[in-house]
């Protein structure tokens, strides 16, 4: 008799097998990174290039697959687990997030309803109160998980509008009057795009302008708010912002908070990345009001060590979110539902993927205590990188090193600012062309801005003082061209 062709899955020794090879892989990979370049040296398309047109008709050895990651995908990855990495916000995936991954694919829940996977429910649940005493942040506000800051602050946003009690959800936003949601000049790019979603227009957006340190100055809003009225345009938001995304600026979010509660305006509070530093006592300043918010946004994958993708979203106010989002159909109820919360009913979004497995796992394997020394290291080699920048007669900083993100530019006597911008856009072209240190830029005051991050799991001060040693190598050979 013909032997019958396996139609199930993997086989389960071989899974083992393959996953041992894997594992080993990954570790090999982490363990090395140093040795590869930061920055892929490649152009648009190479990698599509070494990629067969067509699927294959029977199936491939694992061995073949992990081959193909050493030969066609690791040549194309920007390595953001590189220690060397200091662009953008420097997420990086410690080794407990990353083995928490596995568990959740192996899982491969779906948390719809309490009922479709019990354990989800009650875990996010409990690790976001673990996460919420660790922020310090008041027990009123009630938290959930989302993908990334921008779904957060959506649905911060929405909750915001259906506080309005305007019947939007039914009738939409035929009839009523324009809104206006606020935010200041340094706000992140996802506002604007909750606004264009949401139906408010990048026009229902107000922007206020910012001091000397980019934060929101509180009196032009008001003055805005007062004006908006005026004209009857209805105000309902307000976002402000702690760590904003080009300089790290903390809005002044209890002055904010008064002018809201003064005006009836929802307050979303946007610390995707800084809000984990809310653990550290000598960094409460910074927080002063957030507890007046109505919902907030903080990001485990930035500055946690949680792998990408995990966003913690709370707020006071989950009677609100849910009259927004929840509608459930037949097919979904259960006979628990009036004992239970249904992660389904506080957002967009249906399914979801068991996301709180990889907090409690870096949570419970570092502990808060080491959590903190780790950001506190990571907030000391970033002011020892300032230091640096102010005692160099050639370099500047151009805004304040809240956190550990340092804003600063080469500045060389007798050169104008265009010349400055075009040196500093060399400068930053040169670094990145090296493959040794990724850095990312912004402008401030049309000045042409290089940022440096620090908020990597692998980074150490050597680390530091070697893209500093670059970035003055690199200044002086531009410099000697000229």
């Known amino acids: ?33 140093e040795k590869l370049p930061v920055l892929p040296d490649i152009k648009p398309g190479d990698i599509k290039l070494k990629l067969p047109t067509e699927p294959p ?47 959740s694919s192996t899982f491969n829940s779906n948390g719809m309803v309490w ?15 673990w996460y919420r005493k660790i922020l310090n942040l008041s027990e009123e506000f009630k938290g ?30 035929t009839g009523i009057p324009k809104l206006r949601l606020y935010c200041s000049e340094q706000a992140h790019s996802s506002i604007d795009k909750a606004a264009i979603t949401l139906g408010i227009g990048l026009e229902g957006i107000k922007k206020i302008p910012v001091d000397s340190d980019f934060q929101l100055i509180p009196a032009e809003l008001e003055k805005a708010i007062e004006d908006d009225i005026k004209n009857g345009i209805l105000p309902f938001c307000v976002v402000a912002t702690i760590g904003t995304t080009s300089t790290t ?65 709370y707020t006071k106010k989950p009677e609100v979110l849910k009259r927004a989002f929840s509608l459930v159909p037949e097919y979904l109820k259960t006979n628990e539902d009036s004992l239970v919360d249904n992660l389904m009913d506080y957002g967009i979004q249906l399914g979801r993927r068991f996301r709180a497995l990889k907090l409690w796992f870096v949570i419970r394997y570092f502990g808060v205590n080491g959590l903190k020394e780790r950001i506190r290291e990571h907030i000391r080699l970033a002011k020892l990188f300032a230091s640096w920048i102010d005692e160099h007669p050639m370099f500047e900083r ?9 804003c600063f530019r080469a500045k060389i006597d007798g050169m104008n600012e265009d010349s400055l911008n075009n040196l500093n856009e060399k400068l930053i072209n040169e670094i990145n062309s090296t493959g040794k240190l990724f850095l990312t830029h912004t402008k401030l005051n049309n000045k042409f801005t290089l940022r440096l991050v620090v908020s990597g799991i692998r980074q150490e001060e050597r680390h530091v003082k070697q893209a500093w040693d670059l970035i003055n190598k690199k200044l002086h050979e531009l410099i000697n061209l000229k």
Not at 5 to 29: H, Q, R, T, V
Not at 71 to 98: E, V
Not at 278 to 301: C, Q, R, W
Request: with cysteine; aromatic share 10%.
């Open 1 to 33: 008799m013909e032997k019958k062709k396996n139609l199930c899955d993997m086989p389960a020794e071989e899974f083992k097998d393959a996953g041992f090879k894997l594992i080993e892989w990954s570790a090999n990979y982490l363990n090395n990174i």
């Open 249 to 313: 600026s903390v809005d002044p979010v209890d002055k904010i908070a008064e002018i809201c509660k003064k005006y009836n305006l929802w307050l979303h509070v946007d610390a995707a990345y800084a809000g984990v530093t809310a653990m550290l006592p000598e960094m409460k300043d910074y927080f002063i009001g957030i507890n007046e918010a109505d919902s907030i946004v903080t990001n485990p994958h930035k500055w946690l060590f949680v792998p990408i993708d995990l966003s913690v979203f």
């Open 57 to 103: 008709e029977n199936g491939e050895k694992f061995d073949e697959i992990i081959s193909d990651i050493d030969k066609i995908i690791l040549p194309g990855i920007t390595h953001w687990q590189h220690p060397n990495f200091m662009a953008y916000f420097a997420s990086t995936a410690s080794g407990p997030g990353i083995l928490a991954d596995i568990v």
């Open 144 to 173: 959930i998980i989302y993908d990334t800051a921008s779904v957060s602050s959506l649905h911060g946003i929405a909750a915001a509008r259906e506080n309005l009690n305007l019947n939007i959800r039914n009738k939409g936003m």
């Open 398 to 406: 151009l805004a304040p090193t809240h956190f550990s993100t340092v």
């Open 115 to 129: 009922k479709s996977s019990p354990a989800l429910t009650e875990l996010e649940q409990t690790v976001l109160e």
